[in-house]
Structures are given as structure tokens and as C-alpha cells.
């Protein structure tokens, strides 16, 4: 079997979904259908059936996705090895960060890496804090970018910026205000949820009153721009609006309610070449310049 027979096996496993996995393979449906039939016909084994909600998978079906992880595991590590001994920095960069940074750091800022190392390339995942801790535990990327105080090893995290939560509204208003005002809300990571609501708790005696409720940030500051209410929201997410008012968020003892941004790593991937210059480039940079509308 070529290890395309074993990207097919993995691809299929995370879609559940015919149509879905010949989409990402850029194959087409009656080639990706006879080459299934190949594998399982060399493997002398059933992997799946077809149903009317997507793939199951059989038990011996199950066993070999986890075997093609571990291949094309093994494969990864192969050229990211022989990358490492060649004599330039090149290769892929494996990172993770949540929506807010992908969109307002990484831009810039893996644009001046690329522009001091041209033969590097990226592969960039979307996910929640939470996941990217997950990720990069399992060394399923190269570096996480997380805004959670996680319990990661100190040695292998790098503080890069600390920001603070404001609530913002369209019009002006008082801190005081805010339980009497309409709420924008939106779905985050339990982690920042607990700090809102601790926070609320904390400050307020009634619960908020919310009127309309997104799926993320960047939503949730076009409602506010647009008068659907106030919302609690990220300062760097609120520089580019500067018609709209802000009041910092403060506990009871003066002191702001902060998010901290990290670079969470393992030391293990510092061997390969590639990590370790991108790390060294990450410390020796002003986080804080890599933000867009900087």
C-alpha cells in the first residue's frame, strides 16, 4: 500500500463522509469508492460501510486507521528529520492558535518569518485554547498559541503579550449600567467563560440580560458596533473601532481582568531545526508589532 492508501484510511475516518473525504483529497467520488475497495481487497479485511449518515467503521476497520495514523506519523517525522540535517531552514511549520490570534497576529507575523526563511511554509489550525493544548501535547503541531493561564510547564511556554477585557458599547455608559443594559453574548472556551462569569458574580448581584447571542468574537463586535447591545470583549479586538466607548473591567481589588496570550511548545520538537529558529525568531520579536492594525 502507498502512503496515499493511508491518507485515504485517516481522511475518511475524520469526515465519516464519502463526498467529504474525495472533496479534500481533490479525487473524485467513483475513484475514491474503487481505491477503498482496493485497500480492503489487499487487506483481505471489511473497513467500512456505507450508510445513510455517513461511514461506519468495523472493528478491524478501527484498528487499521490507527495503524495509517502511525505511518503517516512516522512519514512526517521522516522528512521533517531529513529536513533538519539539510543546511537551510525550510520545511512546514505545524501551529495552532484560537480564531482572535490567527486572524489579528499570525498574518504578520508569519509573513516576516517566511520573509527571512522563503523555503518555509505553514499548515495553520483553528481551534479553542483547550485544543490547542491538546494538540500540542500529543506533538501534533510544532507550536500552540494559547490565551488561557493552562497548567503547562514554565520551561516550555513563552509570555508574549497580556491584554485586558473591556466592556464596549456604542453609546456611552457606566460600568455601573451594565446589568440594566441588553448583552451581546457569544460561545468561547470554558475557560474564559468562567473568568467572565466570575467576574460578573463578583461585580454584580443580578444576572445580565442578553438580547442577542453569536457564535464568536469578531460577530459579537459588529453587534455592538451596530447598536444591538454591549459586549464583553478583548481590547485588541476593539483598536480598530475607536468610535466605540470602553470601560476596562476591574476587579474589587483595582486590578484589571487581563487574558494572557502564550507560545506553548515541547522541548522534544527543538531537536528539528525548524522549531527551534522559529522559537529564537518568536523571543527575540515585539509580539505586540505583529498586530494588524499596528
Known amino acids: 500500500?502507498?502512503?496515499?492508501?493511508?491518507?485515504?484510511?485517516?481522511?475518511?475516518?475524520?469526515?465519516?463522509?464519502?463526498?467529504?473525504?474525495?472533496?479534500?483529497?481533490?479525487?473524485?467520488?467513483?475513484?475514491?469508492t474503487a481505491r477503498i475497495k482496493q485497500i480492503e481487497e489487499s487487506l483481505g479485511t471489511k473497513l467500512l460501510y456505507r450508510g445513510n449518515k455517513g461511514i461506519t467503521f468495523t472493528e478491524t476497520g478501527e484498528y487499521t486507521v490507527k495503524f495509517a495514523e502511525h505511518i503517516l506519523g512516522e512519514m512526517q517525522e521522516l522528512r521533517e528529520t531529513i529536513t533538519n540535517m539539510q543546511e537551510d531552514v525550510a520545511g512546514t511549520l505545524r501551529i495552532a492558535a484560537p480564531s482572535i490570534l490567527a486572524r489579528y497576529f499570525l498574518p504578520k507575523l508569519l509573513g516576516r518569518f517566511q520573509d527571512m526563511y522563503p523555503k518555509t511554509k505553514f499548515d495553520v489550525q483553528i481551534a479553542q485554547s483547550s485544543d490547542v493544548i491538546s494538540l500540542a501535547s500529543s506533538l501534533g503541531i510544532h507550536f500552540g498559541f494559547v490565551r488561557n493561564d493552562f497548567d503547562w510547564r514554565e520551561d516550555e511556554r513563552v509570555l508574549l503579550t497580556t491584554n485586558h477585557v473591556c466592556a464596549v458599547a456604542a453609546q456611552p455608559f457606566k460600568?455601573?449600567?451594565?446589568?440594566?443594559?441588553?448583552?451581546?453574548?457569544?460561545?468561547?472556551?470554558?475557560y474564559y467563560q468562567n473568568l467572565l462569569d466570575g467576574w460578573w458574580h463578583e461585580t454584580f448581584e443580578d444576572s445580565p440580560i442578553i438580547g442577542?447571542?453569536?457564535?464568536?468574537l469578531d460577530l459579537c463586535k459588529e453587534?455592538?458596533?451596530?447598536?444591538?447591545?454591549?459586549?464583553?470583549?478583548?481590547?485588541?479586538?476593539?483598536?480598530?473601532?475607536?468610535?466605540l466607548y470602553s470601560i476596562p473591567l476591574v476587579h474589587k481589588n483595582g486590578s484589571k481582568l487581563e487574558r494572557?496570550?502564550?507560545?506553548?511548545?515541547?522541548?522534544?520538537?527543538?531537536?528539528?531545526?525548524?522549531?527551534?529558529?522559529f522559537l529564537e525568531f518568536v523571543i527575540d520579536s515585539d509580539f505586540n508589532s505583529f498586530q494588524r492594525n499596528h
Request: hydrophobic fraction near 35%; avoid cysteine; charged fraction near 25%.
Open 1 to 32: 500500500m502507498e502512503e496515499r492508501d493511508w491518507q485515504i484510511i485517516k481522511t475518511l475516518y475524520e469526515q465519516k463522509n464519502i463526498t467529504k473525504t474525495a472533496r479534500v483529497l481533490y479525487m473524485s467520488q467513483p475513484t475514491l
Open 223 to 243: 453587534m455592538v458596533f451596530n447598536g444591538l447591545g454591549y459586549g464583553i470583549l478583548p481590547s485588541i479586538l476593539i483598536e480598530e473601532y475607536p468610535q
Open 260 to 277: 494572557k496570550t502564550w507560545l506553548i511548545y515541547k522541548k522534544e520538537l527543538l531537536d528539528l531545526r525548524l522549531p527551534k529558529v
Open 212 to 216: 442577542t447571542r453569536v457564535s464568536n
Open 175 to 190: 460600568l455601573e449600567d451594565l446589568p440594566h443594559m441588553v448583552r451581546v453574548d457569544y460561545d468561547t472556551d470554558q
